[in-house]
């Protein structure tokens, strides 16, 4: 097993700011009730600001099995270095790395399966894998499925109702289901199924707020769970969110209906945008993002860059012949968008040569 540090940690973004950053998947566009109270955020900058002076509250608007983490990312880690200890770790591939990542910490065993084909994701193979190590461990396993829901990097969403219904009925708690939908408010609300931690003990939810409000810079998010809610309160970092992401949650909560009503309007969008980019889209993503294979990726890259744009390499997700695309907003998506057509006439012409 590969140690933690061994890990590439570059998750996508750049520091040149005058580059267009296609590298990244958060939404071009923020709220603009969020925008006049983080202008407005230095009393909580001045305070220590625990989680659990809103938490009660938040509980209310997003159900009372939540407990408010610092961002996907602090979840994944309290994970590895506890649930994950001696556990035997399922990731299908391809997916978000930092799985992995954490998985060394602790982890018995990586279990990595590729299960797309034919451009779409089939859980019968994350079914069978699973049974696979289940039958191999027989009566000591402790198995944790971890995946993306929707998928990084190809933008696919899943409905995982059925699989987890056939694991509690055969396995019980003892396999357990991460799954992290960090992109789930890009899927139009129309078809997504709502997985509900109360019917399924052996599922682990994580959240963020990161993506679909365009702010990496704030670290905040969620996680639902019926079993392990006391794990997570018990091991996230005291003051995580810190004043941004607590003056974050308060504005959310204060503007419920405003918050909701930018993210169908941000569903709307990013599907008209997709849309666009039909021709070159190679899996069917529903979110901010897409894939396109465009052959020499190094080439590609260099050639966009000269163009003051960038896209995200796929090398990490084994995958050595596409880029991932963050897609923006329309004068800048027609700029790349023009540059894809061109590098399409390109490639055909080196083929035919």
Same mark, same amino acid.
């Given at each position: ?6 890990? +590439? ?18 939404? @071009?566009?923020? @709220? ?12 909580? %900058? ?8 809103? /938490?009660?509250?938040?509980?209310? +608007? ?18 590895? !270095? ?9 990731? &299908?591939? &391809?997916?978000?790395? *930092? ?9 018995? /065993? ?12 089939? =859980? ?15 009566? +000591? ?8 829901? &929707? ?5 696919? #969403?899943?409905? #995982? ?9 055969? #396995? $019980? ?29 052996? =599922? ?30 018990? #091991?996230?970092?005291? !003051? ?38 039909? *021709? ?45 695309? $963050? %897609? ?5 998506? /027609? ?6 057509? %061109? !590098? ?10």
């Amino acid at each position: 097993m590969n140690g933690a540090n061994n890990f +590439h940690k570059f998750h996508g973004g750049i520091k040149d700011e005058d580059i267009l950053d296609f590298s990244i998947s958060v939404n @071009p566009f923020v @709220p603009e009730f969020i925008l006049q109270v983080l202008g407005k955020k230095l009393q909580n %900058l001045r305070r220590y600001t625990y989680v659990e002076w809103i /938490e009660e509250d938040f509980r209310k +608007h997003f159900g009372s099995n939540s407990v408010i983490i610092s961002g996907a990312t602090e979840a994944f880690h309290i994970l590895g !270095w506890t649930l994950m200890e001696d556990a035997h770790v399922i990731i &299908p591939t &391809p997916n978000y790395t *930092e799985y992995e990542r954490v998985a060394t910490f602790k982890a018995k /065993e990586i279990i990595k399966v590729n299960y797309v084909e034919a451009r779409e994701i089939e =859980l019968d193979i994350l079914k069978n894998i699973l049974e696979t190590t289940a039958s191999r461990l027989k009566k +000591h396993k402790k198995i944790i499925v971890i995946t993306g829901n &929707p998928n990084n990097p190809t933008g696919i #969403y899943k409905d #995982y109702s059925i699989l987890l219904e056939w694991s509690l009925s055969k #396995y $019980g708690t003892d396999v357990i289901f991460v799954i992290d939908e960090a992109f789930i408010d890009f899927v139009p609300e129309k078809l997504r199924i709502e997985l509900d931690e109360r019917i399924y003990p052996n =599922l682990i939810v994580i959240r963020s707020f990161t993506k679909i409000l365009g702010l990496p810079g704030v670290r905040v998010g969620y996680v639902k769970s019926v079993q392990f809610k006391e794990l997570f309160e018990k #091991y996230r970092i005291p !003051w995580a969110i810190g004043g941004d992401g607590y003056t974050l949650l308060e504005a959310i909560m204060e503007n419920k209906e405003k918050y909701e009503n930018f993210v169908r309007q941000t569903q709307q969008y990013f599907a008209e945008q997709r849309e666009r980019f039909s *021709e070159f889209i190679y899996f069917l993503s529903l979110t901010n993002y897409i894939v396109v294979k465009v052959g020499d990726v190094k080439k590609f890259i260099a050639k966009l860059n000269e163009e003051r744009m960038h896209a995200r390499e796929m090398f990490d997700f084994g995958i050595n012949d596409s880029v991932r695309i $963050g %897609l923006k907003k329309p004068e800048h998506n /027609e700029k790349i968008l023009k540059f894809l057509i %061109l !590098w399409w006439k390109e490639m055909k012409r080196w083929i035919n040569q």
